[in-house]
């Protein structure tokens, strides 16, 4: 089409723009609306099935946590907002075992990937559908999901590990008196 110059036109040409505007008004005029309440429907507020919002810790029935610190989620997060703390311990039976200290999240720096739910094996993190993150510092997004251990448990922990001492000192000592009784009836028959 050949470009119109002239004065009548570019009205003609603006004229037809006005009118294709208007056409699209109109049409959204006459849709239906949706009004939000926001701050009074908090409670019957539709939010999506699939929507991220806060990662946390759910727990067991005796309110202890499921997480094993394994770090597999520390490990698939790609920005680096998860920071797991942990420290050997003995059980009561005399094994070593890893036990979750602190579990460090920051809300500000996570992308709401779902990696790190994917990632562990437990079940021991998941994403719920909270949507009011807003604070006025950042000190506040960063949360300690965990329930730490008591003093109780670590004493416990500290005693588990005494007496695990003891029963492979004695061990050793019996394997010691084993190993010196049978070297000295070689020595005798050399």
Do not use: W
């Given at each position: 089409?050949?470009?119109?110059?002239?004065?009548?036109?570019?009205?003609?040409?603006?004229?037809?723009?006005?009118?294709?505007?208007?056409?699209?008004?109109?049409?959204?005029?006459?849709?239906?609306?949706?009004?939000?309440?926001?701050?009074?429907?908090?409670?019957?507020?539709?939010?999506?099935?699939?929507?991220?919002?806060?990662?946390?810790?759910?727990?067991?029935?005796?309110?202890?946590?499921?997480?094993?610190?394994?770090?597999?989620?520390?490990k698939a997060c790609p920005n680096g907002s998860i920071?797991?703390?942990?420290?050997?311990?003995?059980?009561?039976?005399?094994?070593?075992?890893?036990?979750?200290?602190?579990?460090?999240?920051?809300?500000?720096?996570?992308?709401?990937?779902?990696?790190?739910?994917?990632?562990?094996?437990?079940?021991?993190?998941?994403?719920?559908?909270?949507?009011?993150?807003?604070?006025?510092?950042?000190?506040?997004?960063?949360?300690?999901?965990?329930?730490?251990?008591?003093?109780?448990?670590?004493?416990?922990?500290?005693?588990?590990?005494?007496?695990?001492?003891?029963?492979a000192a004695e061990a050793a000592k019996a394997a010691?008196?084993?190993?010196?009784?049978?070297?000295?009836?070689?020595?005798?028959?050399?």
């Open positions: 089409m050949a470009k119109n110059n002239s004065y009548f036109g570019g009205v003609i040409s603006g004229i037809k723009t006005l009118l294709t505007g208007m056409d699209i008004t109109m049409g959204e005029y006459v849709t239906p609306k949706i009004t939000e309440q926001y701050p009074e429907n908090r409670k019957t507020q539709h939010i999506a099935e699939r929507h991220r919002g806060r990662l946390v810790m759910p727990h067991d029935e005796n309110g202890k946590n499921k997480c094993t610190a394994c770090t597999l989620c520390e920071k797991i703390l942990s420290q050997m311990v003995t059980t009561a039976d005399g094994k070593k075992k890893k036990l979750l200290t602190d579990y460090q999240y920051n809300l500000g720096d996570c992308m709401f990937c779902q990696l790190c739910v994917n990632a562990c094996n437990f079940g021991a993190i998941e994403f719920v559908k909270d949507f009011e993150n807003a604070t006025f510092s950042r000190e506040a997004l960063e949360l300690h999901l965990n329930v730490p251990p008591t003093e109780e448990e670590m004493k416990q922990y500290e005693e588990n590990a005494k007496v695990a001492a003891a029963k010691e008196k084993a190993d010196d009784a049978n070297v000295k009836p070689n020595k005798e028959e050399a």
